[in-house]
Every structure is written in structure tokens, then in C-alpha cells.
């Protein structure tokens, strides 16, 4: 599956009120990105143990990287922005950044 499939697929299961098109994708994000920090948060509080956990780990991450893709691509089809230009563009401004040596440091111009 392509972004462009799956964005459309996405956009298919989106059911809340227009009136909160990009704000309700966006604070769902949000929620679910959080979803992904607490999981590796107790995964490392629990004890990393390679051998028994990652493939559980992966698992979990793995849905809730799902929703996480869910909301970008729904906040994306809310600005009518096609989740292929933001990877191209993504992938475009990381190669430059790697071209002028910029890949570290901060600043969203850099």
C-alpha cells in the first residue's frame, strides 16, 4: 500500500464534525503520539530485556504507530495536502540539510 491509498482508506473511517476538521486530527495525534512515548517509557522503567520484550515492544509500537498515521493522514486530507508531497518534501529538505552538513543543531531554516 502507498500513502496515497492509504490516505484515501483513512479518510474513508473519519467520522467526526466538520466544524473540527484539523483540530480534532491534530489533538488526536497529540494523544496518540503521547500513546507511543508511555509505552517506550514503561518499557524502559519495566527493564529492557532484548530478548524477551522487543518483539512485544514492536507489536505495541506498531499500532499505535497505526493511529499515529491514522490522525496525520486525516490533518493532511483536512489541509488538502497529499501524505505523498509531505514525505517528498520531508525526504527533499532532509537531503539538503545533509548536502550543506545540517543535519544536527535546531532550527526549522537551517
Same mark, same amino acid.
Given at each position: 500500500? +502507498?500513502?496515497? *491509498?492509504?490516505?484515501?482508506?483513512?479518510?474513508?473511517?473519519?467520522?467526526?464534525?466538520?466544524?473540527?476538521?484539523?483540530?480534532?486530527?491534530?489533538?488526536?495525534?497529540?494523544? *496518540?503520539?503521547? *500513546?507511543?512515548?508511555?509505552? &517506550?517509557?514503561?518499557?524502559?522503567?519495566?527493564? &529492557?530485556?532484548?530478548? @524477551?520484550?522487543?518483539?512485544?515492544?514492536? *507489536?505495541?509500537?506498531?499500532?499505535?504507530?497505526?493511529?499515529?498515521?491514522?490522525? !496525520?493522514?486525516?490533518?493532511?486530507?483536512?489541509?488538502? &495536502?497529499?501524505? @505523498?508531497? !509531505?514525505?517528498?518534501?520531508?525526504?527533499?529538505?532532509?537531503?539538503?540539510?545533509?548536502?550543506?552538513?545540517?543535519?544536527?543543531?535546531?532550527? +526549522?531554516?537551517?
Amino acid at each position: 500500500m +502507498d500513502f496515497g *491509498e492509504y490516505q484515501k482508506l483513512a479518510r474513508k473511517t473519519a467520522f467526526y464534525p466538520e466544524r473540527y476538521a484539523v483540530v480534532y486530527p491534530a489533538l488526536g495525534l497529540c494523544g *496518540e503520539a503521547g *500513546e507511543v512515548a508511555e509505552k &517506550i517509557k514503561k518499557h524502559i522503567r519495566d527493564g &529492557i530485556d532484548i530478548d @524477551n520484550t522487543l518483539n512485544k515492544l514492536k *507489536e505495541v509500537l506498531s499500532r499505535e504507530l497505526g493511529d499515529v498515521l491514522w490522525y !496525520i493522514s486525516n490533518l493532511a486530507s483536512d489541509l488538502d &495536502i497529499s501524505l @505523498n508531497y !509531505i514525505a517528498k518534501s520531508n525526504i527533499d529538505k532532509l537531503k539538503d540539510r545533509k548536502v550543506r552538513d545540517k543535519l544536527k543543531g535546531s532550527g +526549522d531554516y537551517r
